[in-house]
Structure formats: C-alpha cells, structure tokens
C-alpha cells in the first residue's frame, strides 16, 4: 500500500472522528440547554408549591377563625332580647301542651 493511500485514508478517519465529534457536540449544547429549561422549571413550580401551601395554611386559618367567629355569634345571639322572646314563645307552647295533656286525662 503506498503511503498516500496510508494518508488518505487516516485523514477519512481524522474527518470522520471530527463528524462524530461535531455531532455529540451539538448534542451536548442541545442537552445543555434543555437541562436549564428543566431547572428553571422545577425552580418554577417549586416557588408555585410553596406559594400554595402557604395559600392553603392561610385558608385554614381563615375557616378556624371563621369557625370560632361563628361560634361566638350564635352565643351572642344566645344573650340577646330574641332570646327572651323565644323563652317566652316555648313557655307558651309547654304551656298550650301541658293544658291539652291535662284535658285529655279528664275526660
């Protein structure tokens, strides 16, 4: 074999291996870029996690507080002069009851 056909040849293989190292290169840039886009994904819905949680534990408080509100008005409403009438309006209905009850004993 001559030498040129020698050299021919390891330059193909010279410019072959540089192809291939071209195209892993490029792959490389592309997988690069493609891993940041993922980080600033995940850095992304990280903030969004912790920003709804902290939304759910604001809701949670919001309905305890809600609940002890609620149960502090109908006491309060409990202390008022509808209370006085709704005591007045079942000591007539007892009374209405234990006057029926009595007229049916005597008969």
Known sequence: MPESNKYEMLLNDLNSIETQAAVLANK????????????????????????????IVNLELD????????????FNLLNTKETETLKIK??????????????DRQV
């Open 28 to 55: 490389c840039k592309d997988l690069m870029a493609h891993n940041i886009e993922l980080e600033d994904f995940a850095a992304r819905a990280k903030k969004e996690i912790t920003a709804l949680s902290q939304k």
């Open 63 to 74: 309905l305890e507080k809600a609940n002890t509100e609620e149960e502090g008005k109908l």
């Open 90 to 103: 079942l000591q007539n209905l007892i009374s209405r009851i234990d006057y029926h009850l009595t007229a």
